[in-house]
C-alpha cells in the first residue's frame, strides 16, 4: 500500500505577446500605459504609449526559458499581466490585473493560447482587457507550431453589420457571466504539525485578487469567522484558488506554512460544505530547508504531519456585472462543522522486513497523536551483516500499541492519514542514534472496521525512503495488523497469525536503458546486477559486464516464510523488492588479472625494442667521448651533454644498457599491485583506472567527498563515520547520483512487486506474466533509470516438486538476420584519447534463446574486395565528428521470440583498436529492437507490450489488499494431501505409539512419537496427532478418548500392548494451523454460545457471543465460526438441530473445534455463494455500491461473457467512476473565451518565385507537423545510437537489416534480380559498388529557411538571432540577416552547398544570439539533419520528383529543452544535375495593397450632456466635426493618416456631413499579422479654443483588408455605428438610482459598458477595394466631396452650414468685390497721405511767422541786427537763469 506521488523538477519555457489593450481607464481621460507581466519571481514590462483613452497597441513579445518547477508547483502558478498608467514623479497607478494560470496553457494543443483576452480587474470593478498569447512546454514536448485557423471568422456577419467590427463596446461582448466566490477558512489546526507556535494568518489569491485576514499572535490555531468574498467575470483563464497559511515576521519575510488550493470549475458546479483539508510536508528536525530538496531537482513525498484547515465554499451567480461587490472580507454566516465520529485505533505490529541494522521499532501517528512499539532486534535467519536489509519479528505484545482514540470526520475521505514510521539504526550507517528511515501513509477509509476484541487480518505495508537520507538505505516494510472500532475495547485479540513455507520464483529476464548511477556526467558502462528481496531473504542475478541492456534470463528462487491471518485464512505477501546495482567491486580480479596478462605480453615486446635502443644509445655515448668524431645521432650539444654526464655517472651505461630488463621487471611489479588491489589487498591505485577520472571514481570508492553525489547529506565514507542529516551542496542541479554500498555497488534503480496469487498444482498454467517495470533511482527515487523485464511466482513449499520451475527461455522461431553495416557515423569521442584509430564493432544477435550469434569486424583502411584500384574504406574528422567506412556484410542465426514481450534487439558494441572483445569493457554500446519487424508480429501491439509499467500485477482480481486464501486441505505433508481422521487397525505387534507419560492435566491425548516401521508409521500417523477413538474385538463401537491426558494414554497404550489386545482400532485426528481448540473447563456450566437454528447449516455455525466475559472473542472465535469436532467427534455432517450435537455440547470438560469454514474443500464455494448473493442483490438497485449504474454492469459483463465486438479475445477492466480532470475546461464545463484569429498560416503561400516566373510555385507544398525523419517512410539504412553510461549519444552506427524466417544464411547469394534493393544491400560487392561507386561525386544541399518560431534568447528573453549552417566543417555564419530582438525572425534565406558523403553529410542548422562587442556569440539552439538518410530513402527521392519536399518544422534544440522551431525544408540533388533543377528563390511575397474609404453620411442623437458653458450650463448647439484616424503600421499612402470633416454648425441633435475619407496603400503582407483600425471621434469647435472629443468608436479593419486581398474582390458595408464617451462612468448608473454616496458608488460595480446608451449614432459606409482598383477613372474618389466625387456621389450637406457653405460661387464673387474696392480704399489713403506730405511742407515755406518775420519752417529768414542783438541778450539772460 503506497501513496507516493512522482514530482519531479522540470524545465519550462513561458513565452508571451501583448497584443493589445483596449478600455483603459474608467474616467475616460487619456493616460500614458504600459503592460507589467509577472510570474515566478520574473517581471517584464512594455513600451510605454502616451496618451491613450480608449485602446492602445503592444505587439510586443518575451520568453523566458530558464524556468524549473515540480508538478505541484506548476499546477499553481500562474502568469500575472497589469496595467499601469505611468507618473513622472509619482509611482505608477495600477488600472488592472489578470492572470492566466500555466497548467490552462499547458493542456491545451500546442500548449499555446492565441490571441485572448484578458480581462483585467482593480479591487471590485472590472477594468481594461487585455489581448495576449501565451505558450508553456517543457522538456521532451515540442515547441508551439502553427494552426490553420479560419482568417475570415465570422465573415458573413461582419458583411452585414458594421457594427460587428466596433471594437470595445460591441452588443455581442464575450464577457458575460458575473459570479461571486465565497471561500470560507472555519478553523486552522496544529499548523506546523503541532510543533511550535507562529504568528499566523491566512490569504486568499484567486484571478489576480488577493485577500488576507489579520493575523493571530503566538499560536498555532486560528478561529476565523470571516468569508473572502471575490468578484469573477467568466471567461476565465485560471482555475486554482490558493489558500496560503503565513506566519507573520518581525523581521524580515514572512514565511509560508502552509499552501493549497481549490478548484474555481468544482464551486461552480457543486457548492462546497465544511470540508476539513490536511496538510503535509516534512520535519523541520530532519530537514532543515526543505527548498534544498527542491533545488536538487527531484520532490519525495512529504512525510510529516503540518496542520489542517476546514474551509467551505460556493459560487454565486449574479444577474449582471453591474451588480458585482468588491473583493473583501465578509461576515461569514454561521455553519456546522462537518460530523465527526470518536475512532479506536488498534494498531499491532508483527514484523518488519527490509530495512537494515540490529534493531528497529515503529511509531504510528495520526495527527499529533503518537503511539509506538518496543524494539525488536533482527532474526537470526537474516543476514548477519546488518548492514543488509533484514527481518525484525516482534515477539509476544513487543508489537503492540496502546490504542489510539481519535475524532475522525464521518467523511472519511477527509480524516487524517496515519503514518506508519520505521526507526532504525541502519547498522551503524546513519550513527549511533536509531534514525527514521522508512514511512507509510495509510488512508483511513482503508482501514477495516472491525467492533469488539476481534483483530484484523495483518497486511504488509511498502515503505518510502527518507528524502535526506542515502539511497542506498531500503525504508523496508511493515507487517501490521490495523482495525479501528466505535469503542474502545477492554481486553484485545493478539493478532493470530502462523508462519507457512512459500517458494518464490522470480524469473529476472532483461533490461534495458540503464546508467551508472553516478549522475549525467558519467559516461561509464555499468556493470549491472539484480537482487531481489522479500522475508528478510535477498538472492542477485550474476553480473552483467559494461553493458546498458543486460540479459539475465535467470531463476532465483527463495524459500520463504509468510505469515498466515487465522481469522480469515489469508496469506498477505511481502512486498517483493527489486533493487538493480552497478557493481563496482566485484569481477576486478578477472579484469585485473586480464590487463596484468596483456600488460605482460607487451612488456615482453618493449623488451626487445629497447634492448637495441640501448645499443644505439651505447655508440651514441661512445661518439660523444671520442675527440675525433663527433656523434651524428646528437642533434644538439645539449643532448650530447646529458649523454655523457650520464656515461660519467656510476652505472650510467649499465642503466642504458640494461633499461628494457628494467622496464619490464616495473612491468611485472606494477602487475603483481594491480591483482592485489583488485583482491583488496592494496589500497594504491587500479591498474584498470587508465585516466585520471577513472582514478578519480577509484578514489571516491575509498572516501566519498561531501558532496560527491550532488545529493544533500555529507557522508565522511560509507561506513557512516560521519554524517550530517542535511546539509545541501549547490551545483548539482539534477544529477541521478547514489552511493556506494559496502560491496562497492551503486544503485541504479528501484522496483517494488506485490503478489496477489498462489499457484497450486492441478491448475492450468498459463504463460508467465512478464512485465516491463519502471526503475525508479536519482538522489530521491523519482527518477526513470531504465527498465526491467521481470516476472514472478508464489508456489506452497509442499508444492514445489509438482509445480515445475518455468523456462526463462520463451518459445522462439529460428530465424536468420541480414545485416549490412555502412560505417560509423558522427563520433563525437577524442580517437587518440580512446584508442579508436582502428575501432572494432561487435554485432550481438538476439540475447533470446542461447548465446547470441556475434561477430566481430575490424575497420582496416584497405577492404578485403575492393572493387577497383584506390578502392579505399574513408576515415576523417570534421568539426569534431569522426566516421569510418565499413561496408560489411554478414548472415548471423538469431532466434526471436512469438511473443513480443521480451524485446529482441541488435547490440553493437564499439571497441578500442587493440581492445580484446571477450574481455576488455566497450567504449560505448547501441541497440535497435527488432520487435517491430518481426514477420509474425504486430507494430502497434508490439509496441503497447513493450511499455514500461509502474506497478506488476499477477491477478486478475481487483482488489489488491484481498491477499491469498489458503485452505486447510493444503496442510498436509510435502506433496500429499491428508485427510483430518486417521483410521488404522492393528492385528499384531505393537502400537509402537507414545504419549508424554508426565502429563496428567491436558487434553486430548497427542502423540509424542511414532516409530517409522510401525503400522501406525506406515499409515502416516505423525507426532502432534490425537487419539480420539478407539475400538477393540469386544466393543460394539468407537470409545472416545479425547478427554483423555496423555499419561492416561500412555498407560492405555502399555495395559494393550502387555494384554495383547488384538485386534485394536485406532482413530486419530489431524490439527489444521487454521483450527482454533477452546478447552472446556468442568465447572463451566453454559457456554454462552448462540448457534445458527437451520437444520441445513452443516456443521453448527455461531451467530452470536452471549458469554457475559466475552471469553470466545478472547479465545479467538468470531462470529460465523463453524464447530467441526468435540472431543474427537466429527461434526461436518452435522447441525445444532441433532440431538447428538447438542449431546456432545453438554459434556464436561471437552475440548471444542472451531475454524472458520465448514467441511473441507468448501470455503472457495462458500465465498463464492456469498459473494453471488451479494452481487444479485445490488444488481437489482439503480447504482451499486461502487458508483456504477447497475444496467452499465450487466452491459459490461454480457459483452463479457459472450466476447462479442470490440471486446473479443481480450481482457476488458471493469469500468469505474472517475472524476473529470481539474484543468480540462471542456470536461469542467468551464466556459473560456472564443479563440482569435491566429495568423500564423499562409507563408508557405505565394512566398516563392521560380525561373520560370511562376508566382505560385509552391502553393500546394505539403506541411509535417514536426521533423521530416520521424515520419519518413522507405528508408534504406537504419541509425542506432552509440550511448555511454545508458544516455550519452557519443556517436552512430549506420547499418541496414533483413529477418528471414524460416532461418537461411544464403539467401542473399540466391537473388538473381537486380532491380530489388536485397540484390544491392545484402551481397557485399553489390553493396559496395552501388552505394560506394555510383554514388554521385557530390550533392548540392539547398536548405530554404523561411521563418523562427517562439525563439527565445540564449539565456532568457527574446533574442537577437542569426542563421548558421555547418556542412562537415565547413561553417556559414549570417551574421549580417540578424534580426533584434525578435521572437518570430523571418528570414526567407536560401543556402545551397556542395557536400561530399559521408564526410559532410550531417548538416546542422540553428541559430546563434548576437551581441555587440562580444567575439563568440552564444547559441540559442540547433537542429542535425542526416543528409545520407534522406538522399537513400525512396520517399524522399519521390518528393524530390515531384518537386514537392514538404515543410517541416524542426525544433532547435540546447540540451535536452527545444528554444523554438525553424520553418523550412531541405533539398537534395546531385551537383551535375543541378542546373536542371532550378533554386526558387525564396523571399517574402510583396504585399498586396489595399484602398480604405470611408463615408460618413450622418450624426444622430448626439448627447449633448458634456457641452457646457462657463456656468456649467448645457449649450442649446453645438459645432461638432468627425475626425477619421487610421492605426496601421502598413499604411503607405500619400493622404494624412488623420483627417476632418467641415464642420456642421448649431448642431442640436443631428449633424449631417457627407464626406469621404480616403486611405490609400494600405498593405496587407500574407502570413503576418494586420493591425488595422480607424478611430471615428466627433469633435467640437468652440472658436479661439481647441477642439475637444466628444465621443468615439474604434473599427477593426483586419478581416475586411484580409478579404478583400484573398479574394481581390471589393467589400461595401453601410450600418449605424455607436459613438461612446470614454468618460462616462458609474455616474449614470447612480444618478439612474437617484445617487448615491461614495461606498455605494464602490458598491455598485464595475463599468458595464456593453448595456448602456449610445452618445452618438453615426451612419458610416465603409468601402475597401484593391488599389489597382481605387486607381481606375471609374473608381477614382476624391476627400471630401472634392472631384471625382463618384462611387457614390456626395451632395452637399442641407443642414448645419452658412449661406457661404451653401452658395460658395455667389460667395466667391461678393468675396472679390470686396477685396477690390478694399484694395481701392487703401490705394487713395496712401495717396492722399504722400500729397500731405509735400505740399503742407512746401507751403510753410512761404508763409511768414509775424512773431519772427521768418517762414515757419525758417528757410527764408533774414533778422535785423538790432533786433538779433536783442535776442542773442535775452537768450543769454535766460541761460544765466
Known amino acids: 500500500m503506497s501513496y507516493h506521488v512522482d514530482t519531479t523538477k522540470r524545465q519550462y519555457i513561458l513565452g508571451f505577446t501583448v497584443h493589445e489593450a483596449r478600455d483603459l481607464s474608467p474616467d475616460g481621460s487619456a493616460i500614458d500605459p504600459l503592460i507589467v507581466v509577472r510570474a515566478l519571481g520574473r517581471e517584464w514590462k512594455t513600451q510605454m504609449k502616451y496618451g491613450k483613452a480608449l485602446y492602445v497597441k503592444f505587439a510586443e513579445s518575451y520568453i523566458w526559458n530558464d524556468i524549473k518547477l515540480t508538478d505541484d508547483e506548476f499546477n499553481m502558478a500562474s502568469i500575472e499581466f497589469e496595467l499601469q498608467a505611468a507618473h513622472v514623479f509619482a509611482r505608477n497607478a495600477v488600472m488592472g490585473s489578470g492572470k492566466v494560470q500555466l497548467t490552462m496553457v499547458y493542456k491545451r494543443p500546442g500548449h499555446a493560447y492565441n490571441n485572448k483576452m484578458v480581462q483585467l480587474s482593480s479591487g471590485h470593478r472590472l477594468a481594461a482587457r487585455v489581448k495576449v498569447s501565451v505558450f508553456c512546454y ?42 461571486h466566490l465565497f471561500v470560507h477558512m472555519h478553523f486552522a489546526d496544529s499548523l506546523g504539525g503541532g510543533k511550535g507556535r507562529f504568528n499566523p494568518y491566512i490569504t486568499c489569491d484567486f484571478n489576480g485578487v488577493h485577500l488576507e485576514t489579520p493575523p493571530s499572535m503566538d499560536t498555532r490555531d486560528i478561529h476565523c469567522d470571516e468569508c473572502f468574498r471575490l468578484p469573477v467575470v467568466t471567461p476565465l483563464f485560471a482555475d486554482s484558488i490558493v489558500i496560503r497559511a503565513w506566519n507573520k515576521a518581525t523581521w524580515g519575510s514572512d514565511q509560508i506554512i502552509v499552501q493549497g488550493r481549490l478548484s474555481f470549475s468544482l464551486l461552480r458546479m457543486h457548492a462546497m460544505s465544511p470540508k476539513w483539508f490536511n496538510f503535509y510536508g516534512f520535519d523541520k528536525k530532519e530537514v532543515g530547508d526543505a527548498s534544498a530538496i527542491h533545488d536538487v531537482g527531484e520532490c519525495a513525498q512529504a512525510n510529516a504531519y503540518m496542520g489542517r484547515m476546514l474551509l467551505s465554499g460556493r459560487v454565486q451567480k449574479i444577474a449582471s456585472v453591474e451588480d458585482l461587490l468588491r473583493p473583501d472580507l465578509v461576515k461569514a454566516p454561521l455553519a456546522e462543522e462537518p460530523p465527526t465520529s470518536v475512532q479506536c485505533f488498534a494498531i499491532e505490529v508483527l514484523e518488519v522486513s527490509g530495512c537494515p541494522g540490529a534493531s528497529c521499532y515503529v511509531v504510528c501517528r495520526l495527527g499529533v497523536l503518537k503511539r509506538t512499539t518496543k524494539t525488536a532486534k533482527r532474526s537470526r535467519d537474516s543476514d548477519p551483516d546488518v548492514r543488509e536489509p533484514g527481518r525484525f519479528p516482534f515477539k509476544g505484545e513487543r508489537g503492540r500499541m496502546k490504542t489510539l482514540k481519535a475524532s475522525i470526520p464521518t467523511e472519511e475521505s477527509n480524516a487524517l492519514d496515519v503514518f506508519v514510521n520505521v526507526y532504525s539504526s541502519a547498522g551503524g550507517l546513519l550513527g549511533d542514534e536509531f534514525k527514521r528511515v522508512g514511512f507509510a501513509r495509510l488512508k483511513v477509509i482503508d482501514i477495516k472496521t472491525i467492533e469488539g476484541c476481534e483483530t484484523a487480518s495483518p497486511m504488509w505495508i511498502t515503505c518510502n525512503p527518507m528524502a535526506h537520507l542515502p539511497n542506498n538505505i531500503d525504508p523496508g516494510a511493515v507487517l501490521v495488523s490495523v482495525k479501528r472500532s466505535a469503542s474502545l475495547p477492554e481486553a484485545r485479540m493478539p493478532a493470530i497469525v502462523k508462519p507457512l513455507p512459500f517458494e518464490l520464483r522470480a524469473y529476472v529476464l532483461m533490461a534495458r536503458d540503464l546508467n551508472s548511477g553516478k549522475g549525467k556526467e558519467d559516461n561509464s558502462l555499468p556493470n549491472p546486477v539484480v537482487q531481489v528481496s522479500c522475508a528478510g531473504k535477498s538472492v542477485c542475478t550474476s553480473i552483467a559486464r559494461s553493458t546498458v541492456v543486460p540479459s539475465w534470463k535467470e531463476c532465483l528462487r527463495m524459500r520463504l516464510q509468510l505469515q498466515c491471518s487465522v481469522s480469515d485464512m489469508k496469506v498477505q505477501p511481502e512486498p517483493v523488492r527489486i533493487v538493480a546495482y552497478n557493481d563496482e567491486g566485484t569481477d576486478m580480479v578477472e579484469q585485473a588479472k586480464a590487463t596484468a596478462a596483456a600488460e605482460s605480453a607487451k612488456a615482453k615486446r618493449d623488451t626487445k625494442s629497447k634492448a637495441g635502443k640501448a645499443k644505439q644509445d651505447a655508440r651514441a655515448l661512445e ?88 545529493v544533500i547529506a555529507q557522508r565522511v565514507d560509507h561506513w557512516g563515520k560521519s554524517y550530517n542529516p542535511f546539509s545541501l551542496m549547490g551545483g548539482y542541479g539534477m544529477m541521478r547520483t547514489s552511493n556506494l554500498d559496502h560491496r562497492d555497488r551503486r544503485v541504479i534503480g528501484r522496483a517494488q512487486v506485490v503478489l496477489q496469487k498462489c499457484s497450486r498444482p492441478g491448475e492450468k498454467r498459463r504463460g508467465m506474466k512478464m512485465k516491463w517495470l519502471k526503475l525508479k533511482g536519482g538522489l530521491l527515487g523519482a527518477q526513470h533509470n531504465g527498465d526491467i523485464l521481470v516476472a514472478f511466482e508464489l ?169 491469498i486464501a489458503i485452505t486447510d486441505i493444503e496442510d498436509g505433508a ?93 482413530k486419530f485426528r489431524r490439527k489444521s494451523c487454521l483450527e482454533n481448540c477452546v478447552w472446556v473447563p468442568p465447572e463451566l456450566e453454559k457456554l454462552g454460545l448462540q448457534m445458527v437454528q437451520d437444520k441445513t447449516v452443516t456443521p453448527p455455525r455461531i451467530a452470536a457471543d452471549l ?55 468448501e470455503e472457495a464455494q462458500a465465498l463464492a455463494q456469498r459473494m453471488n448473493e451479494e452481487k444479485s442483490f445490488m444488481l437489482q438497485q439503480p447504482v451499486m455500491l461502487n458508483g456504477l449504474p447497475s444496467a452499465l454492469v450487466l452491459e459490461t459483463e454480457v459483452k463479457m461473457d459472450h466476447k462479442d465486438g470490440d471486446l473479443l479475445g481480450t481482457r476488458v477492466p471493469r469500468p469505474c467512476a472517475a472524476l473529470p480532470p481539474v484543468n480540462h475546461p471542456q470536461a469542467l464545463n468551464l466556459r473560456l473565451a472564443r479563440s482569435g484569429l491566429m495568423d500564423v498560416r499562409g507563408i508557405v503561400k505565394n512566398r516563392m518565385k521560380g525561373d520560370d516566373g511562376d508566382e505560385d510555385d509552391f502553393a500546394g507544398r505539403p ?14 539504412f537504419r541509425t542506432v545510437d552509440l550511448l555511454q553510461a545508458g544516455e550519452h549519444v557519443v556517436g552512430q552506427i549506420k547499418f541496414a537489416f533483413k529477418i528471414k524466417y524460416p532461418a537461411d544464411l544464403e539467401w542473399a547469394d540466391k537473388i538473381e534480380d537486380q532491380n530489388t534493393s536485397d540484390f544491392w544491400l545484402f551481397q557485399e560487392n553489390s553493396l559496395r559498388r552501388k552505394y560506394k561507386k555510383e554514388q554521385p561525386f557530390q550533392l548540392r544541399v539547398r536548405a530554404y529557411i523561411i521563418r523562427g518560431l517562439n525563439i527565445s534568447g540564449a539565456a532568457s528573453g527574446p533574442a537577437n538571432p542569426y542563421l548558421f549552417f555547418r556542412f562537415g566543417a565547413s561553417t556559414v555564419r549570417l551574421e549580417g540577416h540578424k534580426q533584434l530582438l525578435a521572437v518570430e525572425p523571418r528570414y526567407y534565406k536560401t543556402e545551397e552547398k556542395d557536400v561530399r558523403f559521408p564526410e559532410e553529410a550531417l548538416m546542422e542548422v540553428g541559430l546563434h544570439h548576437w551581441e555587440a562587442g562580444t567575439g563568440a556569440d552564444d547559441l540559442i539552439g540547433s537542429s542535425f539533419i542526416d543528409l545520407e538518410d534522406r538522399w537513400y530513402a525512396e520517399s524522399f527521392q519521390a518528393s524530390m520528383r515531384a518537386k514537392n519536399v514538404p515543410i517541416e518544422y524542426r525544433p532547435i534544440m540546447n540540451g535536452e529543452l527545444s528554444r523554438g522551431s525553424l520553418e523550412m525544408w531541405v533539398e537534395l540533388i546531385d551537383s551535375e544535375m543541378s542546373s536542371d533543377v532550378p533554386t526558387s528563390v525564396l523571399f517574402q511575397p510583396l504585399p498586396v495593397e489595399v484602398e480604405i474609404r470611408v463615408i460618413v453620411y450622418e450624426v444622430t442623437d448626439v448627447s449633448r450632456q458634456r457641452c457646457v458653458d462657463d456656468l456649467g450650463a448645457e449649450r442649446e448647439s453645438i459645432d461638432c466635426a468627425m475626425r477619421c484616424y487610421i492605426d496601421c503600421k502598413s499604411y503607405a499612402g500619400a493622404h494624412p493618416k488623420e483627417q476632418e470633416t467641415d464642420i456642421h454648425r448649431s448642431c442640436v441633435s443631428d449633424a449631417e456631413y457627407n464626406w469621404r475619407f480616403v486611405f490609400p496603400k494600405v498593405q496587407v503582407q500574407q502570413g503576418e499579422n494586420l493591425d488595422c483600425f480607424v478611430q471615428f471621434a466627433m469633435m467640437e469647435h468652440l472658436g479661439m479654443q481647441r477642439p475637444t472629443m466628444m465621443c468615439e468608436c474604434f473599427i477593426d479593419m483586419k478581416t475586411y483588408c484580409k478579404k478583400v ?100 460661387g455667389v460667395a466667391a464673387t461678393i468675396q472679390d468685390i470686396k477685396d477690390v474696392s478694399s484694395s481701392i480704399k487703401n490705394n487713395m489713403c496712401c495717396a492722399l497721405v504722400c500729397f500731405l506730405l509735400i505740399v503742407v511742407p512746401t507751403a510753410l515755406s512761404f508763409v511768414e511767422n509775424p512773431s519772427t518775420h521768418c517762414s515757419y519752417n525758417g528757410l527764408l529768414c533774414s533778422p535785423k541786427p538790432a533786433v538779433a542783438a536783442t535776442a542773442a541778450g535775452a537768450a543769454g539772460a535766460a541761460g544765466a537763469r
Open 138 to 179: 517543457s522538456e521532451g514536448d515540442d515547441p508551439p507550431r502553427p494552426e490553420h485557423e479560419d482568417e475570415v471568422e465570422d465573415a458573413e456577419r461582419l458583411m452585414e453589420d458594421l457594427g460587428a467590427a466596433v471594437m470595445g463596446f460591441s452588443n455581442d461582448d464575450e464577457f458575460k457571466q458575473a459570479y
Open 623 to 710: 661518439d660523444a667521448e671520442s675527440p675525433k668524431r663527433k656523434s651524428l645521432m646528437d642533434k644538439s650539444p645539449k643532448e650530447a651533454g646529458a649523454k655523457l654526464e650520464d656515461a660519467e655517472s656510476p652505472g650510467g651505461v649499465k642503466s642504458l644498457q640494461d633499461q628494457g630488463a628494467d622496464g619490464a621487471e616495473e612491468k611485472t611489479e606494477t602487475q603483481a599491485l594491480a591483482l592485489k588491489d583488485a583482491e583488496g589487498q592494496n589500497d594504491s591505485t587500479s591498474l584498470m583506472d587508465k585516466s585520471p577520472k577513472a582514478a578519480k571514481e577509484k578514489k571516491e570508492k575509498k572516501s566519498p567527498k561531501a558532496g560527491g553525489d550532488g
Open 795 to 963: 508456489v506452497r513449499e509442499k508444492y514445489k516438486d509438482q509445480i515445475p520451475v518455468r523456462s526463462t527461455t520463451p518459445a522462439v522461431r529460428d530465424c536468420s538476420i541480414s545485416l549490412s553495416l555502412l560505417g560509423i557515423r558522427n563520433l563525437t569521442l577524442d580517437l587518440q584519447q580512446w584508442n579508436l584509430g582502428k575501432p572494432k564493432i561487435m554485432v550481438l544477435g538476439p540475447d533470446i534463446g542461447d548465446t547470441p550469434a556475434s561477430c566481430v569486424i575490424s575497420w582496416t583502411r584497405r577492404p578485403p574486395n575492393p572493387y577497383a584500384m584506390g578502392d579505399y574504406n574513408k576515415k576523417w574528422t570534421k568539426s569534431g565528428r569522426s566516421g569510418f567506412e565499413f561496408f560489411k556484410v554478414m548472415h548471423i542465426p538469431a532466434r526471436l521470440p512469438k511473443a513480443c514481450v521480451m524485446d529482441p534487439n541488435i547490440r553493437f558494441l564499439l571497441f578500442a583498436e587493440n581492445a580484446d572483445p571477450a574481455i576488455d569493457s566497450p567504449v560505448a554500446e547501441g541497440r535497435f529492437s527488432l520487435i517491430e519487424d518481426m514477420p509474425w508480429g504486430k507494430p502497434e501491439k508490439a509496441k503497447k507490450t513493450l511499455e514500461a509499467l509502474d506497478a506488476y500485477v499477477d491477478s486478475d482480481v481487483s482488489d489488491a489488499q484481498d491477499g
Open 974 to 1066: 510435502e506433496g500429499e494431501t491428508k485427510q483430518t481422521y486417521t483410521t488404522i487397525k492393528i492385528d499384531e505387534g505393537l502400537i509402537s505409539i507414545s504419549f508424554d507419560p508426565d502429563d496428567d492435566t491436558s487434553f486430548p491425548p497427542v502423540v509424542l512419537d511414532v516409530t517409522p516401521d510401525s503400522v501406525a508409521g506406515k499409515h502416516d500417523i505423525e507426532p502432534g496427532m490425537w487419539l480420539v477413538g478407539y475400538q477393540g474385538a469386544e466393543d460394539d463401537g468407537m470409545r472416545l478418548t479425547g478427554v483423555w491426558t496423555p499419561a492416561q494414554a500412555a498407560a492405555w497404550v502399555a495395559a494393550m500392548d502387555e494384554q495383547q489386545v488384538r485386534p485394536l482400532t485406532l
Open 1107 to 1161: 458469554s457475559e466475559d466475552r471469553r470466545w472473542r478472547k479465545a479467538g472465535v468470531s462470529n460465523g465460526n463453524f464447530i467441526v469436532d468435540i472431543n474427537g467427534v466429527d461434526l461436518t455432517d452435522m447441525s445444532i438441530l441433532d440431538p447428538k450435537v447438542r449431546q456432545l455440547l453438554g459434556m464436561r470438560p471437552s475440548v471444542i473445534t472451531f475454524r472458520p469454514f465448514g467441511k473441507e474443500g
Open 1263 to 1276: 506541411s509535417l507537423l514536426g521533423r521530416m525523419e520521424d515520419i519518413m517512410e522507405g528508408r534504406t
Open 1605 to 1704: 486581398a484573398q479574394h481581390r474582390k471589393m467589400i461595401q458595408v453601410e450600418s449605424k455605428v455607436p459613438l461612446h464617451d470614454a468618460r462616462d462612468g458609474d455616474e449614470d448608473h447612480s444618478e439612474g438610482e437617484g445617487g448615491s454616496d461614495d461606498d455605494d458608488d464602490e458598491e455598485a460595480g464595475g463599468n458595464a459598458k456593453k448595456g448602456r446608451r449610445a452618445d452618438a449614432l453615426a451612419r458610416i459606409m465603409v468601402q475597401v477595394l484593391m488599389q489597382g482598383e481605387a486607381t481606375q477613372v471609374a473608381q477614382k474618389a476624391g476627400l471630401g466631396r472634392d472631384d471625382p466625387n463618384q462611387a457614390p456621389a456626395l451632395s452637399f450637406p442641407k443642414s448645419g452650414r452658412s449661406w457661404q457653405a451653401t452658395l460658395p
